[in-house]
């Protein structure tokens, strides 16, 4: 029973390897992020230290059950966040559709995860919602030559990783779990306030790849707390 309802809310591709091993586990992502259950306080600052052209090996992994979503491989050392002391290098940015964090119970078209691990694997992940803009330049190389299939690698030159963070680094912050199979969590969430912008074009491109969607449902938060720096 008590999987039972972690497991609700899954995407049904991920039905064939949910176990018991969700039992126990109670400190899940995503979760609704709503201004009656967010505290303000003052938040220790972030420091990206981001390179303004790297490559990128871009990676359609749709297979079923599996994680879903185009992924950006970002070569080594060409990125890291450091927090409260601790430096995080970025290892790949992906997406999903629609936003699985919820933003006072709604989702956007689109969320960026940009996936970090610090030198004991501990896993830090920015969030940033996207919504419906101007076209985005910076993703263009990405949003217009997709990965079609699980065969498929696209190669990006000289990407600029600062163009996926905003100068407002205000967040929500809170501690959850990986979004896909195993769930591991343990997890810091640093959710962006400042939304990104993409065309409508560019967000169909990438749910013309995922039309069921890509996103778990969010989580219940079972006295977790989310700090937010947002005046
Ligand atoms: C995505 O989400 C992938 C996964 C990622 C997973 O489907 O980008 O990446 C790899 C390398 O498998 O898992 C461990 C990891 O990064 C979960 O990441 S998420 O919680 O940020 N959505
Ligand atoms: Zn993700």
């Known amino acids: 029973l008590v999987s039972a309802l972690f497991v609700s809310g899954l995407p049904a591709a991920y039905a064939d390897i949910v176990d018991d091993k969700l039992a126990g ?3 899940q992502s995503p ?3 709503r201004s009656d259950n967010t505290f303000f306080g003052n938040l220790s600052p972030l420091t990206f230290n ?3 052209s790297t490559t990128l090996d871009v990676i ?3 297979s079923p059950g599996k994680e879903k979503t185009v992924r950006a491989n970002v070569a080594a050392g060409a990125g890291s966040i450091t927090v409260d002391g601790d430096t995080y290098n ?3 940015f992906h997406f999903h559709t629609p936003s699985e964090h919820l933003e006072n119970s709604h989702a956007t078209p689109l969320e960026l995860h940009l996936v970090f691990s610090d030198a004991n694997s501990h896993l830090l992940v920015v969030g940033r919602w996207i919504n419906y ?3 985005n330049a910076a993703l263009a190389p ?4 997709l990965p079609q299939t699980t065969a498929d690698h696209l190669a990006v030159n000289s990407f600029n990783l600062n163009s996926l963070i905003p100068d407002n680094l205000e967040s929500f912050r809170y501690t959850g779990s990986l979004t ?4 591991s969590e343990g997890v810091k969430w640093i959710d962006l306030a400042q939304p990104l912008d993409m065309s409508a074009s560019q967000v169909q491109a990438f749910q013309k790849l995922f039309p069921d969607g890509d996103a778990r449902e969010v989580q219940p938060l079972n006295g977790r707390i989310i700090l937010t720096d947002v005046p």
């Open 90 to 92: 970025l290892a790949q």
């Open 50 to 52: 981001l390179s303004s």
């Open 25 to 27: 586990m109670e400190a």
């Open 180 to 183: 896909t199979p195993p769930f």
């Open 142 to 145: 990405i949003f217009s030559n």
């Open 133 to 135: 803009g101007d076209t």
């Open 31 to 33: 979760i609704d992020i």
């Open 60 to 62: 359609n992994n749709g």
